[in-house]
């Protein structure tokens, strides 16, 4: 199986309204209401992130795009004939989605992962409510998402034997300091450029989602997205800062689904047929305090486990 990129992503939310405020007012997305909920849009697709009403705020679904329908027919067969458990999508769930055909499944962590093929969009130009030039999609997808893995082996083993993804880098982190316990996590790629299109982070996370990344062209959007987010009184949840692994400029603010958004530029694309892991030790070469968005008590129980 080849997954081509992060088509879409999936959140739950008690006011979908909530979604349209912070989308419009801080990230630059257009809000437009779609049957079963909101489609938030980056481009010319029908959405990127899709809002279905619920009775909690969480994240639910990553949305993997194959090719073609030969390949979406082939990928089904193959979970059939390794015996992993899938859903074909109903219609209401495509229609939110604005995809052809979904299938889904859980990986050993619970998280769920719609197989989809086939965008529907009138490809109607985007513009954005705060003339945001436009957002880095394309062949290289929505961004990138983390996600939790607590039996962290398990489920890298089974993105990388059933969907053909690629580890890119894996680090460590210790958010009590150097003498304090050690979570993993592992940054993922599938078949394009973009660094990461997932990470996984060996721990439990409420909501579902550690954070969802989006990509700007330059480092005068990211500014002005902070700007934005500084105007709005939203939750800062890290300062600006670069990346060491795949170099991104970006800042973290909190979402109206209780994980983080990443905004940022610059990210790496690489020729996977070049590449070889490694581990790295810093999460960023300057910047990215995570303290001003949690305090002591929350890194504490995030360095447990809980």
Known sequence: MEIAALAYCVVAATDPQEWIRFGEDIAGFSADAVAGGVALRMDERAGRI???????????????????????????????????????????????????EMAWMLDPAGNRHELAFGPVSDFARFVSPQAVRG??????????????????????????????????????????????????????????????????????????CVHLMVEVPDLDEVGRAHDRMLQAGARMMATLGKHTNDRMTS?????????????????????WAKHSEF?????????HDFSVGFGADEQAQLAAGA
Do not use: K
Request: aromatic share 12%; charged share 20%; hydrophobic share 45%.
């Open 50 to 100: 899709f809002v279905q009403p619920a009775t909690d705020n969480r994240f639910l679904a990553c949305g993997w795009e194959v090719r073609t329908r030969r390949e979406f027919e082939a990928a089904l067969a193959e979970l059939a004939e390794r015996g992993i458990a899938f859903t074909r999508a109903t219609a209401e769930e495509l229609a939110l989605r604005s995809v052809a």
């Open 135 to 208: 957002f880095v999609t394309g062949e290289l997808g929505l961004g990138h998402a983390v996600l939790p893995a607590p039996d962290i082996d398990a489920v890298r083993d089974f993105l990388i034997d059933v969907f053909g993804f690629g580890v890119s880098d894996f680090m460590v982190h210790r958010p009590m300091g150097p003498d304090g316990p050690g979570m993993r996590i592992n940054f993922m790629h599938c078949a394009n450029p973009r660094h990461h299109s997932l990470a996984l982070f060996e721990g439990e996370v409420p909501s579902g």
């Open 251 to 271: 800042f973290y603010v909190a979402t109206p689904g209780g994980f983080a958004l990443e905004y940022g530029f610059g990210g790496l694309q690489l020729d």
């Open 279 to 287: 581990e790295f030790t810093e999460v960023s070469l300057w910047g």
